[in-house]
Nanobody, 122 residues
Framework: VQLQASGGGLVQAGGSLRLSCSIS????????TGWFRQAPGKEREGILC???????YVKNQLKGRFTISRDLAKSTVSLQMTSLKPEDTAVYYC?????????????????WGQGTLVTVSS
């Protein structure tokens, strides 16, 4: 199983970015995908999740700014980020079978992408 995260970069506060997670090698479409982030000096945290049925979970403080979507045909999960703030600066990771959108619980999966850096300047 391979996950490839992309789309990070430098953006000014108030701007937008779209991250993508390309997934390969999973034997079916029945999986949940989570986006995590790790800010400098902080622990990694789960922030969004989407399951095979399209059910989503968004961390409360990100609602209205971050959305998660999934393209089954392309085996891709996307994270759309808008109204970015300097505190959103972090390395963003996608992970397979790492969360449950019904409960908002995130797990320490064995399937991780390599991370993509998002830097938001003030």
């Amino acid at each position: 199983v391979q996950l490839q995260a992309s789309g990070g970069g430098l953006v000014q506060a108030g701007g937008s970015l779209r991250l993508s997670c390309s997934i390969s090698g999973w034997p079916s479409d029945d999986y949940a995908t989570g986006w995590f982030r790790q800010a400098p000096g902080k622990e990694r945290e789960g922030i969004l999740c989407i399951n095979a049925n399209g059910r989503t979970y968004v961390k409360n403080q990100l609602k209205g700014r971050f959305t998660i979507s999934r393209d089954l045909a392309k085996s891709t999960v996307s994270l759309q980020m808008t109204s970015l703030k300097p505190e959103d600066t972090a390395v963003y990771y996608c992970s397979l079978e790492a969360c449950d959108p019904k409960t908002g619980i995130f797990y320490n999966s064995v399937y991780w992408g390599q991370g993509t850096l998002v830097t938001v300047s003030s």
